[in-house]
């Protein structure tokens, strides 16, 4: 699934991504360090995958988008 990053915190190493359809939905330190990354700035379109569905939505990776 793709997703725009809207919020990183570094020193957590968490933030939110926006869905497509606008959905802000958050990510903890341990799914940005499953992706690899380092850093993550606003606006960047990122790939991610998820658990659950709803209210219950629950990223478990996020990494960068690439073509």
Known sequence: ??????TYDAGTRS???LLD???PV????AAFD???LR???PGQRVRIE???SGDSL???LVTLQTL
């Open 15 to 17: 933030g939110q991504v």
């Open 58 to 60: 629950r990223i478990t």
């Open 39 to 41: 850093l993550l700035r």
């Open 50 to 52: 998820v658990e659950g």
């Open 21 to 23: 359809d606008g959905t």
């Open 1 to 6: 699934m793709q997703a725009t990053a809207y």
């Open 34 to 36: 499953a992706g690899g």
């Open 26 to 29: 958050s990510f903890d330190a």
